[in-house]
T-cell receptor, first 118, second 113 residues
């Protein structure tokens, strides 16, 4: 399977614990994105990497959230001191940078990691 | 604030009918739009995209129409099948160096046999 892979698919944790999710993008894609989706809503942007550089962060990404992409391939999203409000589906997407002036930005999504904070 | 929204939260159709899902966007700077399909327990799946310099684009059984005058986007699905049942999202992207997609809340399409 050459799609975006996320691990784990489900995570149940107690409030106050730290959790880490992993995303493996499509191999030739140099852009990687994290989104959060709550029930009945569309995905909300969290952060974006081009290669190993984190270029954009949403105000949704509080100090308890940190994302890394150390070698420009896989990425991790860590949430420290989880809160019940962090319960959501965390989606990863990847895309290929284009040189078009009005470039395509087709982002391909993984199946997500569903986090439940008790 | 900026938003991408949908007129109808749920659309029920009969198998074989044509479906039209609508989306309104508020940011006139948006110049690229994507439709995604999301089935239960899965991530969003790319369906079709359109750039702002076009007003229509066709794919296999799907057509996207863009009306920049009224900031409206629609997805037409021909001969709707039970496998089309899912939540559909439109998303916008402003290719000004910002790479995030802004999604609406989605429309649930229910196809009955």
């Amino acid at each position: 399977d050459t799609g975006v892979s996320q691990d784990p698919r489900h995570k149940i944790t107690k409030r106050g614990q730290n959790v880490t999710f992993r995303c493996d993008p499509i191999s030739e894609h140099n852009r990687l994105y994290w989104y959060r989706q709550t029930l009945g809503q569309g995905p909300e942007f969290l952060t974006y990497f081009q290669n190993e550089a984190q270029l954009e962060k949403s105000r949704l990404l509080s100090d308890r959230f940190s994302a890394e992409r150390p070698k420009g391939s896989f990425s991790t999203l860590e949430i420290q001191r989880t809160e019940q409000g962090d319960s959501a589906m965390y989606l990863c997407a990847s895309s290929r940078a284009t040189s078009d002036r009005v470039g395509k930005n087709i982002q391909y999504f993984g199946a997500g990691t569903r986090l439940s904070v008790l | 604030g900026e938003s991408v929204g949908l007129h109808l939260p749920t659309l029920s159709v009969q198998e074989g009918d044509n479906s039209i899902i609508n989306c309104a966007y508020s940011n006139s700077a948006s110049d690229y739009f994507i439709w995604y399909k999301q089935e239960s327990g899965k991530g969003p799946q790319f369906i079709i995209d359109i750039r702002s310099n076009m007003d229509k684009r066709q794919g296999q059984r799907v057509t996207v129409l863009l009306n920049k005058t009224v900031k409206h986007l629609s997805l037409q699905i021909a001969a709707t099948q039970p496998g089309d049942s899912a939540v559909y999202f439109c998303a916008e992207n402003r290719n000004t160096g910002f790479q995030k997609l802004v999604f609406g809340t989605g429309t649930r399409l229910l196809v009955s046999p």
